[in-house]
């Protein structure tokens, strides 16, 4: 098993930055994605990283905004938003995959309880 927690969720401007956190624990893993769901919306892919970190995958609306990160060492990653809108408005998740998937939710077998973020326009 592996546990996951997300912190650093919370109320911002658009144009701001906020920076999520995820504290992993338990058995290795190997990819750590971010999910988000808005309300009313279905959950979909914002980020992920290889255990290696060297690629990194952004979906296409945060690309040049956001960037993911992780610490194996540490057990973390993170998820650095910038220039942040209103439409990221969502509940934030941090999930991690074992069986090497990316993009899907179905890809990943562990998440974490999520985070709120919300954009103010």
Not at 40 to 69: C, H, L, M, N, P
């Amino acid at each position: 098993q592996v546990q996951l927690v997300e912190s650093g969720g919370g109320l911002v401007q658009a144009g701001g930055s906020l920076r999520l956190s995820c504290a992993a624990s338990g058995r290795t893993f190997f990819n750590m994605g971010w999910f988000r769901q808005a309300p009313g919306k279905d959950r979909e892919f914002v980020a992920a990283i290889t255990w290696s970190g060297s690629r990194q995958y952004y979906a296409d609306s945060v690309k040049e905004r956001f960037i993911i990160s992780r610490d194996n060492a540490k057990n973390t990653g993170s998820l650095e938003m910038n220039n942040l809108k209103a439409e990221d408005t969502a509940v934030y998740y941090c999930a991690a995959s074992s069986s090497g998937g990316i993009y899907y939710s179905r890809d990943y077998q562990y998440w974490g309880q999520g985070t709120q973020v919300t954009v103010s326009s």
